[in-house]
């Protein structure tokens, strides 16, 4: 009673709802109720957000191009911002695709996953653009991302995988 005997608010914040209660000289002005449950969060989310886009192989091989931008020195948010205007992709994405492709040119870690497929189409770029040892360079990177995935707890098998096929390919 105290509580509410001058001009408060109580906040109820349950499972699957949010009520908020305004009192003004110990009376009840307003309540209202907010639904936060899972299904009411996942609709809003369906609303507010774009659809996802599927990974094309015309993304892959610009992501790419930019990549090797990166690589020289570029800035990579700018570099993305020229993908996602291409591409309309995620911009987060393009960044990730922009500093895998970078690290692989540079042989050094690349911390952001990718999916197989562009892992694959950029061995290939980069041994057909820079050779064998420019694909090692690649695959030395790909290796310490392997590494620093497994040590987050992740399995990177299919990413492994493909590098132990590139690298019986030598």
Known sequence: DAMVSESSAIVDIGGAS???????????RTTQ???LGTVIMS????????????????MIRICYEYGKKVSEGKNAQE??????????????SALMYLYAVSGMLDGTVYKRAINAKATRKYF????????????????????????Y??????????????????????
């Open 79 to 92: 570099m993305a911002d020229e993908v996602v205007q291409k591409t309309e992709m995620n911009r987060n």
């Open 18 to 28: 949010l009520q908020i209660t305004l009192f003004y000289h110990g009376k009840v």
């Open 149 to 170: 995935r497994k040590e987050c707890g992740l399995t990177p098998d299919a990413i492994e995988t493909l590098c132990d096929e590139y690298e019986q390919k030598e």
């Open 124 to 147: 290939d770029y980069i041994l057909q653009e820079y050779g064998q040892s420019g694909l090692d360079k690649a695959l030395d990177a790909t290796r310490q991302h392997i590494k």
């Open 33 to 35: 109720h907010i639904g």
């Open 43 to 58: 609709e809003n989310m369906k609303r507010f957000s774009k659809p996802r886009k599927k990974m094309t192989d015309e």
